[in-house]
């Protein structure tokens, strides 16, 4: 040994008992994961959701921690890349045995984490609106399900605004495509004949629209009151818009009512070409109220930025921590199974004065809004539900899914179904 | 503040519209009937729903009052608002809520009564149906206006909902009307209710009018008369008049196919003006020097975030802020261009896989960067009024300003490109550099200096390219990987080394992918021209214009 290593290995020897008692002098903290992309092309909108849950500790930790112990984030990041999602959620759950994971973004990513968490029985808060089909033991739904988003979205433009001929225009993939197997049977059933629906599909990141708006105009044109519903994901919204700013396409004439683009993906762009267009929400920013007040202004605290946009997703995870939080203290402990078990019937109130629920199938009731766009990228409210709607992991629309039911209280299963009397699931 | 009281404002609405908006406006009125005056009428405004509002605006209008159409634009325009201290409704004089004060007017007798601050005022909402509804009772107060493009958009907004009292009033304003265009809009609404009616001579007249214009609209209508009803027999009992509404409905269709054919070649060259814009940088880099640089798309990114610095820098000027953002573009690309090629590239010539590698290191470190100075959300990039909007060439065929103005600036830099090229010391040490660069050194050029040069050149296109981006996608930190590969499909295509080949291969793509995207659906669409283009480079490796001479046998 050289006399610098004999140096080392003293001051290890003597830093170690150290720092082993500054931290043993607290209690060990409740471990939170949150598994948001920050690079990649879905860091656009997943980063605020990481720094929600960031405040949303942070606040926790200001009035004492859960159960005594402080809360620690515990940050990674999947960078948008699907398999790298499960490799992550993996390191949480296993290396660094966090109590609870939110996290997701994307329908793949949530597929590509749902067996390690049921493998590992982790427990995963999913803060997005989706396009439903599932439930799993081991996963809280806090975003839409279709009957609570694209249901009341489509009811609204056939009552109020009497559409007649429907565009149903998406991105290409799992979410849009299952959302609009959902709303072509709606709509059939409806009494909608096939020639006056037509459905799109684009790829990710689609940037030329040209033809694509050309062809809703055209479609437009055959004398019925169209509208378009648009499931089309992320980038290629804004080229999207514009292109329908360009070529005229004014929210009067052909409505679009959008799923997936909130107040953040508006202060992306310039909002005047769109304004009136739709989109069908649980949250918006402009919707009144103390609690949504007192929201915003935290918000913007926190991230140092008074211009800051809250959108949907925001108040998912607002609602999902809330929940998680009365549960552990509930069960008094962080054991997945039992919060798990706390959980299903515990209320905390939602942003917009109303009450959120945490139903036995996973999912929780929301209230639905319909907002227009305005000039500054804020939302008017045009309509609303009357109460909350509870979600509905399984569509009663499409012909595999509406026998099934999903209940984890007194069923204990994800897909049970009611007229065979079988749960296919594994448990 | 001003949005939270709005918002406050708006809460009251929505709450009562809920149901309200299905009913008709007859049902409406039975809600608690306002005061009859003129001044209670435009203050029942402030807390009505959008179907209370509806039916109040039908009231203003019948009032007669010489005010009514002053307020009705007002409120379309976002203009009528409440003022917070006495809860009074105001028209102001601008919509602008970046103001920190407005001027109001008294919305009886439209007198100024001074300003008021921003925060104090909330607008009164509309919704789409209500703006509908007000702009068609505003075109028919402005069918008298001085102005005849004025003139000409209310007969147009007329023509959307027509009822008899448009008709009646488009009869009584067609006498006078001097200006063609609006008579023609005007002449084409009378035939349209002039069908609806009995005589049937007026009715074949109507028809052969009708058969000169293209709009859907009346395509619609005249397909009607030639429909079958569910039990097989006409619609339109009279034979004379399906026949000519039959020949109609042809000529019709013929002319809006022949102009959805321009319109496609159109959409195909517009799309290929990108391809090439974002191509003819990286075929100076990738073709003339042979450098493979994934970085091109980041430099690209960083034009379009010039642009942006350049509207923050300059917001009262928008419409200046393109042409600011062009050089601007350039000369930031082109240093970060030649900052790369100084530091890293130049160590790597001969090696293409090491300058891959390293450049697309290169391209993560910009997107990280762009990611940490402006965070990783979208930048809203506003599009000058002069570059929004159509060119109406006539019912079948508008050509959207932005994708005309792309064309043409492709054009432009490619013609730039080519005469630096060709026409100065640069072009000709440039080309002498890449056909034979020990010949060149020994003639006494600096290869180093011109190889930095040559770098710095294609970067700067690729940030001017960024600035056109800007105006039609995301400006954002993702922007170049999206088009890093199509730019190398056009390169490859054209022929490696070869400007022209860019220009051809571009636009060739652009016109195919907007041809076979209607038949087959964009995702499809995507797939054929990457396998097209796959099979084309087995059959000609050099792609369609291959370099050709002692140039080619060292590449």
């Given at each position: 040994m050289t006399r610098r290593q004999v140096w080392l290995a003293a001051m290890c020897l003597f830093a170690a008992p150290l720092a082993y008692s500054f931290v043993g002098a607290q209690q060990p903290t409740i471990k939170v994961g949150i598994l948001h992309s920050l690079s990649g092309t879905m860091a656009i909108s997943e980063t605020t959701l990481k720094d929600t849950v960031l405040m949303m500790i942070d606040e926790q930790n200001k009035k004492g921690g859960l159960l005594g112990r402080k809360l620690e984030a515990v940050v990674v990041d999947p960078a948008s890349n699907w398999p790298l999602f499960a490799e992550k959620a993996q390191q949480l759950l296993e290396k660094d045995k966090v109590a609870v994971v939110f996290g997701c973004w994307t329908s793949v990513s949530r597929k590509s984490v749902l067996p390690v968490f049921e493998?590992?029985?982790?427990?995963?808060?999913?803060?997005?609106?989706?396009?439903?089909?599932?439930?799993?033991?081991?996963?809280?739904?806090?975003?839409?399900?279709?009957?609570?988003?694209?249901?009341?979205?489509?009811?609204?433009?056939?009552?109020?605004?009497?559409?007649?001929?429907?565009?149903?225009?998406?991105?290409?993939?799992?979410?849009?495509?299952?959302?609009?197997?959902?709303?072509?049977?709606?709509?059939?059933?409806?009494?909608?004949?096939?020639?006056?629906?037509?459905?799109?599909?684009?790829?990710?990141?689609?940037?030329?629209w040209q033809a694509r708006v050309a062809a809703i105009k055209k479609f437009g044109s055959a004398g019925k009151k169209t509208a378009v519903v648009s499931t089309i994901n992320g980038d290629a919204n804004v080229p999207f818009y514009k292109e329908l700013g360009n070529q005229k396409v004014s929210a009067e004439d052909i409505p679009v009512v959008a799923f997936s683009v909130g107040e953040e993906e508006l202060s992306g762009l310039d909002a005047k070409p769109l304004v009136g267009h739709l989109a069908a929400w649980n949250y918006f920013q402009s919707i009144p109220g103390a609690a949504n007040k007192a929201f915003i202004a935290k918000w913007q605290a926190y991230i140092k930025n008074p211009k800051r946009t809250t959108n949907d997703p925001m108040e998912a995870h607002y609602i999902g921590f809330n929940l998680w939080a009365q549960a552990v203290t509930k069960a008094g402990t962080t054991d997945v199974e039992k919060v798990l078990a706390a959980l299903p019937g515990l209320k905390t109130p939602n942003l917009t004065g109303g009450i959120a629920e945490l139903l036995p199938n996973h999912h929780i009731t929301k209230p639905v809004y319909i907002g227009e766009v305005r000039a500054d990228g804020q939302f008017d409210v045009v309509w609303k539900t009357p109460a909350t709607v509870p979600g509905d992991a399984w569509s009663d629309f499409l012909p595999g899914s509406k026998d099934l039911t999903a209940d984890w209280v007194t069923l204990k299963c994800g897909n049970y179904n009611t007229k065979t009397k079988v749960c296919s699931g594994t448990k | 503040m001003a949005a939270l009281l709005a918002a406050v404002f708006l809460f009251a609405s929505p709450a009562a519209a809920q149901d309200a908006p299905a009913a008709a406006p007859a049902e409406a009125v039975s809600t608690p009937v306002p005061p009859a005056d003129f001044a209670g009428l435009v203050a029942s405004l402030r807390d009505a729903g959008f179907a209370d509002k509806e039916a109040i605006v039908e009231r203003l209008v019948a009032s007669g009052h010489a005010s009514a159409r002053v307020v009705l634009r007002a409120l379309l325009e976002d203009r009528l608002v409440v003022r917070a201290p006495d809860q009074g409704v105001f028209v102001a004089t601008s919509a602008d809520e970046t103001l920190p004060a407005a001027d109001l007017l008294d919305p009886v007798t439209l007198k100024p009564i001074g300003s008021s601050p921003r925060d104090a005022l909330t607008r009164i909402g509309t919704n789409n149906r209500l703006r509908r509804v007000l702009k068609g009772l505003v075109a028919r107060t402005e069918l008298a206006n001085a102005d005849p493009a004025v003139r000409l958009n209310a007969v147009t907004e007329l023509l959307r909902a027509p009822d008899a009292q448009t008709t009646a009033l488009l009869r009584e304003r067609i006498g006078t009307e001097y200006e063609t265009r609006v008579r023609r809009e005007m002449e084409t609404g009378l035939a349209m209710a002039d069908l609806d009616g009995g005589d049937k001579p007026a009715r074949l007249t109507a028809i052969q009018v009708l058969s000169h214009r293209l709009l859907p609209d009346v395509l619609n209508r005249l397909k009607a008369l030639v429909a079958k009803a569910p039990d097989g027999s006409f619609v339109e009992p009279d034979a004379d008049i399906r026949a000519a509404a039959a020949a109609a409905v042809d000529r019709i269709e013929q002319a809006r196919s022949i102009y959805s054919g321009a319109e496609t070649l159109f959409f195909g060259l517009g799309l290929g003006a990108v391809l090439v814009l974002v191509a003819i940088g990286l075929a100076i880099t990738f073709g003339v020097m042979g450098v493979i640089?994934?970085?091109?798309?980041?430099?690209?990114?960083?034009?379009?975030?010039?642009?942006?610095?350049?509207?923050?820098?300059?917001?009262?000027?928008?419409?200046?802020?393109?042409?600011?953002?062009?050089?601007?573009?350039?000369?930031?690309?082109?240093?970060?261009?030649?900052?790369?090629?100084?530091?890293?590239?130049?160590?790597?010539?001969?090696?293409?896989?090491?300058?891959?590698?390293?450049?697309?290191?290169?391209?993560?470190?910009?997107?990280?960067?762009?990611?940490?100075?402006?965070?990783?959300?979208?930048?809203?990039?506003?599009?000058?009024?002069?570059?929004?909007?159509?060119?109406?060439?006539?019912?079948?065929?508008?050509?959207?300003?932005?994708?005309?103005?792309?064309?043409?600036?492709?054009?432009?830099?490619?013609?730039?490109?080519?005469?630096?090229?060709?026409?100065?010391?640069?072009?000709?040490?440039?080309?002498?550099v890449s056909q034979n660069r020990a010949m060149a050194r020994a003639m006494g050029i600096r290869t180093a200096r011109v190889d930095a040069l040559t770098f710095g050149l294609g970067s700067g296109i690729a940030g001017m390219a960024g600035v056109a981006l800007s105006q039609l996608t995301n400006v954002g930190p993702n922007l170049g990987q999206a088009y890093i590969i199509d730019s190398f499909m056009v390169v490859v295509f054209g022929g490696v080394g070869n400007l022209w080949g860019a220009l051809i291969g571009g636009l060739t793509m652009g016109v195919i992918s907007n041809l076979l995207e209607p038949a087959v659906g964009a995702v499809l669409a995507k797939i054929v021209v990457l396998v097209a283009l796959i099979l084309f480079i087995q059959r000609r490796p050099r792609g369609l214009f291959p370099q050709t001479g002692r140039a080619a046998e060292q590449n």
């Open positions: 493998k590992d029985n982790g427990l995963l808060f999913y803060p997005v609106q989706y396009e439903g089909e599932e439930s799993s033991k081991n996963v809280i739904y806090t975003g839409a399900a279709p009957n609570q988003q694209a249901i009341p979205a489509v009811d609204y433009l056939m009552k109020d605004l009497a559409v007649k001929r429907w565009v149903l225009e998406g991105t290409d993939y799992v979410y849009p495509r299952t959302t609009n197997k959902i709303l072509e049977a709606y709509l059939l059933a409806k009494g909608v004949a096939p020639a006056d629906i037509s459905i799109n599909y684009t790829p990710f990141g689609h940037s030329d | 640089n994934m970085a091109h798309g980041e430099l690209m990114m960083l034009g379009a975030y010039t642009t942006y610095v350049v509207q923050t820098l300059m917001p009262n000027h928008i419409g200046w802020s393109i042409a600011v953002a062009i050089p601007a573009a350039f000369l930031v690309s082109g240093l970060t261009g030649v900052l790369i090629e100084r530091s890293i590239i130049r160590f790597l010539y001969g090696r293409p896989l090491e300058t891959l590698l390293a450049t697309f290191g290169v391209s993560l470190v910009l997107q990280q960067a762009v990611r940490s100075i402006f965070t990783a959300l979208n930048r809203s990039v506003a599009t000058p009024a002069w570059m929004s909007g159509t060119l109406q060439l006539n019912d079948a065929l508008s050509l959207t300003y932005n994708r005309l103005y792309i064309i043409a600036f492709t054009m432009i830099v490619f013609g730039l490109l080519l005469l630096v090229l060709r026409r100065t010391r640069l072009g000709l040490e440039i080309r002498a």
